[in-house]
């Protein structure tokens, strides 16, 4: 059974976001806007598409590797997918600030 958490973190020693643990994910995501405002650079070079559950593809932006993430004291570096942001209902808006973790 996956689980979500929303918990702070200290991205590339720069600045504290809130970040979404979700236990069911198997990559690290993070929107441009988070990656720009915390200095995160990526690998013009590498890119991959998902496809979400309704089955439309997405093209993930690109691949930053090795940024830093401290949470709870301890710092490990994840190799983070930098997208655009996400297309959404304006019924039901999103935060543009999204980071999704994996919890092993």
Avoid at 9 to 22: F, G, H, Q
Avoid at 38 to 53: A, E, F, G, R
Wanted: proline residues 7%; glycine residues 2%.
């Amino acid at each position: 059974m996956a689980h979500l958490r929303v918990v702070p973190a200290i991205i590339n020693s720069i600045r504290e976001e809130e970040v979404l643990l979700d236990s069911g994910s198997q990559i690290v995501l993070m929107t441009k806007k988070v990656a720009t405002a915390n200095k995160v650079s990526w690998d013009p070079s590498l890119s991959i598409q998902m496809q979400s559950v309704n089955r439309l593809l997405s093209r993930i932006y690109r691949l930053a590797r090795n940024i830093s993430f401290t949470l709870g004291g301890v710092t490990v570096l994840l190799q983070v997918h930098v997208r655009r942001p996400l297309i959404h209902d304006p019924r039901a808006p999103l935060p543009s600030n999204i980071i999704s973790l994996c919890n092993p």
